[in-house]
């Protein structure tokens, strides 16, 4: 058998998907990964385009594609950025469970003719495992950096006053999202870097142009320098930099945006020490704590959000507020086992604000609502709570001189309704000085 056979047949079976497209995206090779994917297409795939047997990633495709085409260097995919590319399943080796794939591509250049890149080799590489195991090693750290914190978050409980508490449950409540936060900023710096070096060389050929315009420009009306600015239009890809270039822009732009508004965000929230009274929009206090907890609830649940318009303000402490919110679109999250909907209303009487925050997860069991706001009371597995959410909520609830009500069906869902009256701050001075005096050295 020749080494030519051999290798053809190496490289057929071989654990990664090897797919080769030609400048008009047409499929000139493809080993068994993908055909064994490609069974519904049905008859000769080679000469079909690639863009068209996989529609929903073909904008992905034809940009990296393209990108290799023109720079004529690789470029690559990963999982942690464009997890399925392809809508390829994974099996796992053990259970033989079928779940959707997750992907490394890269793309390299694979005949180049005259410095012209002829064929582009596209390589995906399945690494469900990896990921599972990754996710799973982080939901491990999370859970053991949650266990640690709640224990000694409990014995400061104990020794501390309600104040002491509150903030306490909010530090601990930001350290569960840290993760979570530091996550959603490294997606953005990458993508931005990934464009800025791509820009770079963009500007490089543009360079080349406008030098190659200004020795142009003196020979204008000239037959043979008119050719050779069509050449090299055409050689240097202009058409395709043209285009290519405001959209790199315009995602650096917007991951940087996403950086500063996730920090900002980050920042409002954490200032634990801010609890004046104050005159506070509380729809924008439930739209910061939303983008706080975002990577608590997107993986959960769909947001449902309804706000009554003209809302007027309320005088209280926001920051402990948004504490309450916080605590309960969590619990919103972890009661929903796989995917479900949280809802979210507010709307205002002549005399009070109602905000109501309705999930549809497992539910209450109709011995334990009557306990849920006793301090220490959780149904949570020991190390993943420390009981005192709820129950600091009510309390900032009545400092608020308003309440807390309870509605839940087992397997059906929980919806908690905070009651807060329009009051002026004189109705609140006499509390306000009763909590100063209390902390008096």
Not at 195 to 206: F, R, T, V
Not at 347 to 356: F, H, I, P, Q, R
Request: charged share 20%.
């Amino acid at each position: 058998m020749s080494h030519q056979v051999l290798l053809q047949k190496l490289t057929s079976r071989l654990p990664l998907g090897i797919c080769v497209v030609n400048k008009e995206y047409q499929i000139v090779y493809l080993n068994d990964f993908f055909t064994d994917r490609l069974r519904h297409v049905g008859g000769d795939v080679y000469n079909k385009n690639l863009l068209d047997l996989y529609p929903e990633a073909a904008k992905y495709l034809a940009k990296k594609i393209n990108s290799v085409f023109v720079l004529n260097n690789a470029s690559f995919s990963y999982w942690e950025h464009k997890p399925h590319v392809f809508n390829f399943s994974s099996s796992r080796p053990i259970t033989g469970e079928e779940t959707l794939m997750y992907q490394n591509i890269e793309f390299f250049p694979l005949d180049i003719l005259h410095d012209s890149v002829e064929t582009v080799c596209v390589v995906v590489q399945d690494v469900t495992e990896l990921a599972s195991y990754y996710r799973a090693q982080r939901a491990l750290s999370e859970e053991l950096e949650q266990e640690h914190k709640a224990l000694t978050e409990l014995n400061k409980k104990l020794e501390a006053a309600q104040n002491q508490l509150l903030q306490s449950e909010k530090m601990a409540a930001i350290g569960q999202l840290a993760a979570g936060v530091a996550h959603e900023i490294n997606n953005p710096v990458g993508f931005v870097s990934s464009n800025l070096q791509s820009l770079q060389d963009y500007n490089a050929k543009l360079f080349k142009m406008i030098h190659f315009y200004r020795k142009l420009i003196q020979k204008i009306n000239n037959p043979t320098y008119l050719a050779l600015e069509k050449d090299m239009l055409q050689r240097q890809q202009y058409v395709f930099v043209s285009s290519d270039l405001p959209e790199l822009i315009r995602e650096s732009i917007d991951g940087l945006e996403r950086v500063a508004v996730i920090v900002k965000n980050l920042k409002l929230f954490s200032h634990v020490d801010n609890s004046e009274w104050q005159f506070a929009d509380i729809v924008e206090g439930l739209e910061n704590t939303l983008k706080i907890a975002v990577n608590q609830i997107k993986y959960k649940a769909t947001m449902h959000c309804n706000y009554q318009e003209n809302l007027p303000k309320l005088y209280c402490q926001p920051m402990q507020l948004n504490q309450v919110f916080l605590n309960l679109l969590v619990n919103s999250a972890q009661a929903i086992e796989n995917k479900g909907d949280i809802f979210i209303d507010v709307s205002a009487t002549k005399e009070m604000l109602y905000v109501a925050i309705r999930d549809t997860g497992s539910g209450i069991a109709p011995d334990n609502l009557r306990k849920i706001f006793e301090p220490f009371f959780t149904t949570k597995p020991v190390g993943q709570g420390t009981g005192l959410g709820l129950s600091l909520s009510y309390s900032i609830i009545k400092k608020h001189k308003g309440e807390i009500l309870v509605e839940s069906t087992l397997n059906e869902g929980s919806c908690f309704t905070l009651q807060l009256p329009f009051l002026a701050p004189e109705d609140y001075q006499l509390d306000q000085a009763a909590d100063a005096a209390s902390f008096q050295p």
